[in-house]
């Protein structure tokens, strides 16, 4: 990187946003959103247009990660962990700074919101996990005494539900015996359940987004019937399926529903960017000007009850995410706040899409950001690999590929196959290659970029978390010359154990992980890196979470303790007060000075000073 271009400190990348997430009450009187408290993510409120913000909930172990109001417009509802172990409480706060109220209380609970409207402005739906750890009931919880009742118990295969828009549970998800998904409906909250459809495993999961306004249609998001999943909605009455949204390559990504209607007036086909189709005549001139407004990609993140004021979110390759609150009748936007305001002062790297043909000619898509100030020629590469692996990257903002750009590394994101987004032809050419073809793509993209004269073969490093801290030790353990470095966060290492070990809410989806994965033990020894950490040879870092739910600690200790038993080297941290990913702040940045160290050391980027409070030899095991 031209060494003129100035350093982006991490404090501002990856320490705390300065505001983020904001909600609007119901009755558009107030706003609430994350900000930070003693370096937390607290729950912050203030009147729309008065600067009387104050704070209303704290956690001093933790940031806190999710808001929503409750319907009533005085209290603000928020989740929160232990951790990082992913059992996530409901609390309740209020705007006169009362003491927050936990709701869902207990060791194991995990909370999913279910259902919360400003027309019930004193209860929610939930889904919890307390009678059995393994299933979810849909429950609803009365907000002024705290009573729970279960309103639809978990037969134990039901692996979602969804309320219509009298607060009655009447759609599930399930899952059969060999993987098919089963979507079942009921006439009213009294009702037998009823199949209205039976979807193949091949076509994914469906995703079943909500009621028509007068409760008689279901609208859901599903692959069968065609090779990328549609917007669809089932009549009720008779099971009859109508398309309202299709492409052939891409699939449906989100929705927008109008709070004061319940009418589903838009959705968005995520391509290499975002882009949204209006459903409703009626907003058709409100999807115009957000899209005129900012050159970004939006979503609409609140409203208020009548559907009048929009929360816009836009967020921009090169510039951090800003919020808008826009009128609808005038189109009036005023700006809410900018996310990380401290990094309009740096010059960001502009992120572009591009595609290449695998081995096998099937076309991977991808993007590419180059430093900034320097020619994109024979530079030092790092290879970003997403989670999940039923995941996918997109255009946008993203802390990690503007760090390592801007010290200096080409960044290289590719959504391989298996990645969500591109279709169930291009999800199901992952099924069981967790090792072999959906690493190749990998191998191919870095191919692709050394092929373009971007990428310096002697310097270029992979890096992922999850999914893709996997794929980094498979990269060192299957091919040991093909990376200079590799960094696995939160990687597992052998696929038995991980499957072995998965939280025990996951294992109504058991079938599915062994179809995309398999399930033959021994096949499944074939695909872990564990068996091959004899053949590591490049510098390996590896950074778990303690509490990690997903990929047990298990996972890193066992890699690091075969590499060490061969004489191989390998620079393990271990944060105590984490989980999946690193939520605190503060063990971000130490993760990434070290991090940044690491690459320094074996790819020659540049490199920001270690700060006291990045101090991290004390976290190595």
Not at 161 to 178: E, K
Not at 439 to 450: E, K, S, V
């Amino acid at each position: 990187m031209n060494d003129t271009t100035p350093l982006i400190p991490r404090d501002k990348l990856f320490g705390s946003a300065e505001r983020s997430q904001p909600r609007i009450s119901p009755d558009g009187a107030h706003l609430a959103y994350l900000a930070p408290h003693e370096g937390k993510m607290s729950v912050w409120v203030r009147s729309r247009d008065r600067d009387d913000a104050r704070m209303i909930a704290h956690d001093p172990s933790r940031p806190i990660p999710w808001i929503a109001w409750q319907g009533d417009g005085a209290h603000v509802l928020y989740l929160q962990d232990s951790g990082g172990n992913e059992n996530y409480h409901l609390f309740q706060a209020a705007l006169d700074g009362t003491a927050p109220r936990e709701l869902t209380p207990g060791d194991q609970v995990r909370c999913q919101p279910l259902a919360i409207d400003h027309r019930r402005p004193h209860d929610v739906l939930v889904q919890l996990n307390e009678r059995n750890p393994a299933f979810f009931d849909a429950c609803r919880i009365d907000l002024r005494s705290g009573a729970i009742e279960i309103v639809a118990e978990n037969p134990g295969d039901v692996v979602g539900w969804l309320a219509d828009n009298d607060h009655a549970v009447r759609a599930a998800v399930a899952q059969d015996a060999d993987g098919r998904s089963i979507i079942r409906v009921r006439d009213d909250a009294a009702s037998a359940w009823r199949e209205l459809d039976r979807i193949d495993a091949e076509d994914d999961i469906p995703n079943p987004i909500g009621f028509s306004p007068d409760n008689r249609s279901l609208y859901v998001i599903t692959a069968k019937g065609a090779n990328a999943a549609r917007l669809v909605r089932y009549d009720l009455r008779d099971g009859t399926i109508e398309t309202l949204l299709a492409d052939e390559a891409y699939d449906v990504h989100s929705t927008y529903v109008d709070p004061a209607t319940n009418a589903l007036v838009a959705a968005a086909v995520l391509r290499e960017r975002l882009e949204w189709s209006v459903l409703d005549p009626a907003y058709r001139t409100t999807f115009e000007r957000l899209r005129e407004h900012r050159d970004g990609d939006f979503t609409v993140a609140d409203a208020t009850a009548d559907g009048n004021t929009l929360v816009v979110r836009y967020t921009f390759d090169v510039s951090p995410n800003a919020y808008d609150l826009v009128d609808r009748a005038t189109g009036d936007a005023r700006t809410l706040f900018v996310e990380r305001p401290a990094l309009l002062d740096y010059t960001l790297a502009p992120m572009r899409p591009i595609r290449f043909a695998a081995r096998d000619g099937l076309t991977i898509h991808g993007y590419l950001t180059l430093p900034v100030g320097v020619e994109a020629k024979q530079l030092p590469t790092v290879l970003l690999v997403h989670g999940g692996p039923w995941h996918r990257d997109r255009w946008g903002y993203d802390d990690t590929v503007q760090w390592l750009a801007n010290r200096g590394y080409a960044v290289l994101q590719v959504n391989f196959r298996s990645s969500t987004g591109y279709g169930k032809a291009f999800l199901n050419a992952g099924n069981r290659q967790w090792a072999g073809a959906m690493r190749t793509d990998l191998l191919d993209a870095r191919d692709w970029a050394i092929a373009q004269g971007i990428a310096d073969p002697a310097r270029f490093a992979i890096v992922g978390g999850s999914y893709g801290g996997y794929a980094v030790l498979t990269a060192l353990a299957f091919t040991p010359d093909a990376f200079t470095c590799g960094v696995d966060i939160v990687g597992p290492s052998n696929l038995n154990t991980l499957i072995g070990s998965i939280p025990p809410y996951w294992e109504p989806l058991i079938k599915i992980f062994h179809q995309r994965m398999g399930e033959d033990p021994a096949f499944l020894d074939t695909q872990s890196p564990l068996f091959k950490a004899d053949r590591i040879a490049a510098p390996l870092l590896i950074a778990q979470g303690a509490n990690d739910p997903r990929v047990k600690q298990a996972e890193s200790d066992q890699i690091a303790a075969a590499m060490r038993a061969n004489g191989i080297p390998v620079t393990y941290i271990l944060f105590p007060d984490e989980g999946h990913g690193f939520a605190n702040p503060r063990n971000n940045k130490r993760f990434t000075a070290l991090a940044e160290t690491f690459l320094a050391e074996h790819l020659g980027g540049r490199l920001e000073p270690t700060h006291a409070d990045e101090e991290y030899t004390s976290l190595l095991a």
